[in-house]
C-alpha cells in the first residue's frame, strides 16, 4: 500500500502541471506568455516585501537581544507549568506568531535535546503545525500591498494563535500525556 501511494505522490505534481498545460492550450490561451507575466508580477512583489522582512527580522532580533523575551519566560514558567506547558517550550510559543524560521530553529533545538518521541518534542510539533507567523504575516503581506487598517486582523491573528496554542497543550497532553 505504501508503494502505491508513494507512487501517487511522485507523480501527482508533473500529471497536474501537464493537465493545467494541456486544458489552457486547448482553450488557446499563451501559457508561456502568462507564465512570463506572472513571474514578472511575483518578481516585482518579491521586491517590494524586503524593506518589511528585514524590519521584521531587525524587531525581532532587538527583542530577543534586549533580554525582554528571557524576562517574559521568567514571569510566565511557574504559572504555566500548573497546566501541563513546560517552560522549554514557551519560547518557542512566544517566537512563532513572530518569526516561522526562528521558531522552527527553536522546535528543532528543542527536538534534538528531548527526542521526537518526548512530550516535549510532540508539543512542540504540534504547536508549530497549528500555529501561524501573525506579525510576520501582517506586516510583510499587509505591508507590502499597502494595507494600513489591521488592527482588527491583529487581534484575530493573535486569538487565533492563542486558542491553537490552547488546543495543542490540551491535545498532547490528552493523548501523550
Known amino acids: 500500500m505504501y508503494g502505491v ?33 506572472g513571474a514578472s508580477e511575483g518578481f516585482a512583489t518579491a521586491i517590494k516585501t524586503i524593506p518589511y522582512l528585514v524590519a521584521m527580522l531587525v524587531a525581532i532580533n532587538i527583542f530577543r537581544a534586549s533580554g525582554a523575551m528571557a524576562i517574559i519566560f521568567k514571569l510566565l514558567s511557574p504559572l504555566l507549568n500548573n497546566f501541563g506547558f513546560p517552560a522549554e517550550v514557551l519560547t518557542h510559543a512566544l517566537m ?38 501573525t506579525f510576520y504575516v501582517l506586516a510583510l503581506y499587509f505591508g507590502s500591498v499597502g494595507v494600513t487598517k489591521y488592527r482588527y486582523a491583529i487581534v484575530v491573528g493573535l486569538a487565533a494563535d492563542l486558542t491553537t ?10 493523548i501523550f500525556g
Open 96 to 133: 512563532r506568531p513572530l518569526s516561522g524560521s526562528a521558531a522552527l530553529g527553536i522546535a528543532t533545538n528543542l527536538i534534538s535535546t528531548h527526542g521526537p518521541d518526548s512530550f516535549i518534542g510532540q508539543l512542540v510539533s504540534t504547536m508549530q503545525g497549528s500555529t501561524d507567523t
Open 165 to 174: 496554542l490552547i488546543a495543542s497543550v490540551y491535545i498532547v497532553n490528552k
Open 5 to 37: 501511494i508513494a507512487e501517487i505522490s511522485r507523480w501527482a505534481i508533473p500529471f497536474a502541471i501537464f493537465f493545467i498545460l494541456l486544458i489552457a492550450s486547448l482553450k488557446g490561451l499563451q501559457v508561456f506568455e502568462i507564465f512570463v507575466e
